[in-house]
């Protein structure tokens, strides 16, 4: 039998996160026995998400509009920014439907050996953003590793070098080490609303 | 599957798929190590939150032959030196300690002097009250323990002593007065204080650390040579000593009160 095709599929869902060869084959020929609009389903869907998303001109959150969801939201409180590091970290924190302010996404954290220094993350439009709009609180909810604290320390002198904003860190009921993706509710929930204040 | 247990410094991490990490360790007796820690990445992975750069444990790891990555079994803590990772600077000098040692000592060769070197200086980055001295001090015994000492004793062309003395990255050491001129491009002076301090960062006993002076000028000449010098021996920029630097003019003037090591 002939059947590049289905190779082709299996490489390139074994490209994914997470999925090795076992599983790319079991996904391949599930997808080859499914109803041809099902499978198609499929692949328009991921079409679509490369056609349309993209970041948020102001957060950096992903979006399909200029401003995203959360950024477009009046009822949001615009003067208490969440800072995290992936857009990932947004979700996490979103689906606990109690904060009620607006994010900015780094994407990524301050790590000079793996050549990520201030200039690879999305910090200018953060700090345009402070001089922009009245800001009461910044909150740093980047991860407790070594890279993210360093951001947090890093992103706090910055910020209350500019003016008398409150800066806050997230409490580590996340362990050091810990990614924010990977939090559940109840951890994250708590993390929030222990933070402290930087000074 | 042999089963190995070390001591070990964290020194580098990088996230490998999906919720994997390859991580490299120095080790005492195998020197570094890199391998992988499946789930590391797991809020409630067997690793527990400690596979961290900069942390001291025990390691617990198997090693196949033919592999070139050893696989991580567990991994506990010793030391997690949090007041290094509570202070910007402290925790910038930790990691651009961490990237000279990964870029100079090769894979799998024992090196526990230079694994003490990198415990010690750990602790007194954390502890000191000044961090440049702490940091000048690594850099030329870290030189020394690797092999790649420039000769800073006598001429490296003639073995004279005429001073004043040039040092050339090139020749590795230093050049004197009636050599220099000789000596085509890329010679730089070099200070009687440099090479004053040079030799008591060697000869230093453990208990006099604390008492090491280092004035702000000497210490810049100083800085600027050793900074020359591994980014020769490297090929490379080192990205953290850049990093350093920015955060020295960048924050340092921002807040009111002196950050530590930054003279
Ligand atoms: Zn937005
Ligand atoms: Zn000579």
Redesign the interface.
């Known amino acids: 039998m002939e059947a590049s095709s289905l190779n082709r599929l299996i490489e390139e869902l074994k490209r994914l996160p997470g999925i090795g060869t076992k599983t790319a084959q079991r996904l391949a020929f599930f997808l080859m026995k499914v109803p041809k609009e099902r499978a198609l389903g499929l692949a328009r869907a991921i079409e679509e998400v490369k056609e349309k998303v993209r970041f948020c001109r102001r957060c950096g959150n992903l979006s399909e509009n200029d401003l995203c969801g959360i950024c477009s939201d009046s009822r949001r409180d615009a003067a208490l920014i969440c800072v995290v590091q992936e857009a990932m970290d947004v979700l996490a924190i979103d689906r606990m439907g109690e904060y009620r302010g607006v994010f900015h996404v780094l994407h990524g954290a301050l790590s000079p050996i793996d050549n990520i220094g201030p200039d690879e993350l999305n910090l200018r439009p953060l700090m345009e953003r402070l001089e922009e709009t009245e800001v009461r609180e910044v909150i740093l909810a980047t991860n407790p590793t070594i890279e993210g604290e360093a951001t947090a320390m890093y992103l706090a002198r910055l910020i209350h070098a500019k003016r008398g904003i409150k800066v806050s860190r997230i409490a580590h009921g996340i362990p050091m080490g810990g990614h924010l993706e990977y939090a559940d509710e109840v951890t994250l929930s708590k993390a929030l609303e222990g933070r402290r204040e930087i000074q | 599957m042999p089963l190995y247990s070390s001591e070990a410094i964290v020194l ?1 991490k ?1 996230d490998y ?3 994997d990490r390859i991580v490299t360790f120095l080790t005492p007796d195998r020197g570094k190590l890199a391998g992988l820690a499946r789930g590391a ?3 409630k992975s067997r690793f ?7 942390t001291h444990g025990t390691l617990i790891y198997y090693d196949r032959e033919g592999k070139n990555l050893i696989h991580v079994n567990h991994f506990d803590i010793l030391h ?1 030196f949090r007041k290094l ?4 600077f402290r ?2 000098s930790g ?2 300690l ?2 000279l040692v ?1 870029g100079l000592l090769p894979e799998r060769e024992a090196a526990p002097e230079t694994f003490q070197l990198l415990l010690q200086t750990l602790d007194r980055l954390q502890k000191g009250v000044e961090t440049e001295p702490i940091l000048r001090i690594f850099e030329i015994r870290l030189l020394v323990l690797s092999g790649f000492a420039p000769r800073v004793e006598s001429c490296v062309r003639c073995g004279g002593q005429a001073a004043p003395f040039g040092f050339s990255v090139e020749q590795g050491g230093v050049v004197c007065r009636d050599c220099r001129s000789s000596t085509v491009a890329g010679v730089r002076p070099v200070s009687r204080g440099v090479l004053r301090f040079w030799e008591q960062a060697l000869a230093l006993k453990e208990e006099r650390f604390d008492r090491v002076r280092l004035e702000g000028k000497l210490n810049r000449e100083l800085r600027d040579l050793l900074h020359h010098y591994y980014r020769h021996l490297l090929g490379r920029e080192i ?2 000593f ?2 350093l630097e ?2 020295r003019k ?2 340092a003037g ?2 009111p009160q002196r950050e530590n090591g930054t003279q």
């Open positions: 580098r990088i798929r999906d919720a990445r797991r809020l527990g939150p400690y596979l961290e750069t900069l997690s990772r509570e202070d910007l925790s910038a990691q651009y961490a990237e990964l990205r953290s850049v990093f920015r955060l960048e924050i921002l807040t």
